[in-house]
Nanobody
Framework: QVQLVEFGGGLVQAGGSLRLSCVASGRTGSMGWFRQAPGKEREFITT????????YYADPVKGRFTISRDNVKNTLYLQMNSLKPEDTAVYYCAARDSLVALTTRQAYTYWGQGTQVTVSS
């Protein structure tokens, strides 16, 4: 059983940047980030395969967010730039045993507890 813990959320002004980290208790396959705003369903943001060679992004964050991972440290990162108020949500790290990156929530087995990101206008 892999445990995931996110770090790095907080309050930032629009146009600012934040970097989220997710530390896994063991090795994982592909990993991803999802977010959930109040009153909305949890949505896919980005995913990365085990090697880091393949990444996918949801349209709302393309060009602004960057996913990366360090397999030596068992850590996943999300660099968020040019943040907008609509990016406000709880951000969740997710992982699966398969090496292949997928964008669907149901594909992921392991989830972190979430970290709040609030972007003020």
């Amino acid at each position: 059983q892999v445990q995931l813990v996110e770090f790095g959320g907080g309050l930032v002004q629009a146009g600012g940047s934040l970097r989220l980290s997710c530390v896994a208790s063991g090795r994982t396959g592909s990993m991803g980030w999802f977010r959930q705003a109040p009153g909305k369903e949890r949505e896919f943001i980005t995913t990365i395969n085990w090697s880091g060679g393949s990444t996918y992004y949801a349209d709302p964050v393309k060009g602004r967010f960057t996913i990366s991972r360090d397999n030596v440290k068992n850590t996943l990162y999300l660099q968020m730039n040019s943040l907008k108020p609509e990016d406000t949500a709880v951000y969740y790290c997710a992982a699966r045993d398969s090496l292949v990156a997928l964008t669907t929530r149901q594909a992921y087995t392991y989830w972190g507890q979430g970290t709040q990101v609030t972007v003020s206008s």
